[in-house]
């Protein structure tokens, strides 16, 4: 079964900082890409299974993804945080073929339950 687990939103000033965390569980094989939604629809970061990462132009230099491995626990570092930067955002597991970017997904795609983030001026 497979379990996605999102902590770490909450609220700051404009140019702060969060780590979002997702303790992802029963998607560690099989080639799925790890990433962030935010408001459900808009693809923020992707790290694939070969370690290929991938950024929306919006957050490109101020967000960092990556994965502990160990501990099956995919962060989302967020820096310079703008209040535009305001909204649920989701982890997601994507099968091979798609990732939070879009593409041909051959298999089912998986969310959590969302956190949010909210940044004020």
């Known amino acids: 079964q497979v379990q996605l687990v999102e902590s770490g939103g909450g609220s700051v000033q404009a140019g702060g900082s969060l780590r979002l965390s997702c303790a992802a569980s029963?998607?560690?094989?099989?080639?799925?890409?790890m990433g962030w939604l935010r408001q459900g629809r808009e693809g923020v970061a992707s790290l694939d299974s070969d370690?290929?990462?991938r950024y929306a132009d919006s957050v490109k230099g101020r967000f960092t993804i990556s994965k502990d491995n160990a501990k099956n626990i995919v962060f989302l570092q967020m820096n310079s945080l703008q209040p535009e930067d305001t909204a649920t955002y989701y982890c997601?597991?994507?099968?091979?073929?798609?990732?939070?970017?879009?593409?041909?997904?051959?298999?089912?795609?998986?969310r959590g339950q969302g956190t949010q983030v909210t940044v004020s001026s």
């Open positions: 997601a597991a994507n099968p091979p073929g798609c990732t939070v970017f879009g593409g041909y997904c051959r298999g089912p795609k998986f």
């Open positions: 370690g290929t990462t």
């Open positions: 029963g998607v560690t094989h099989n080639g799925y890409s």
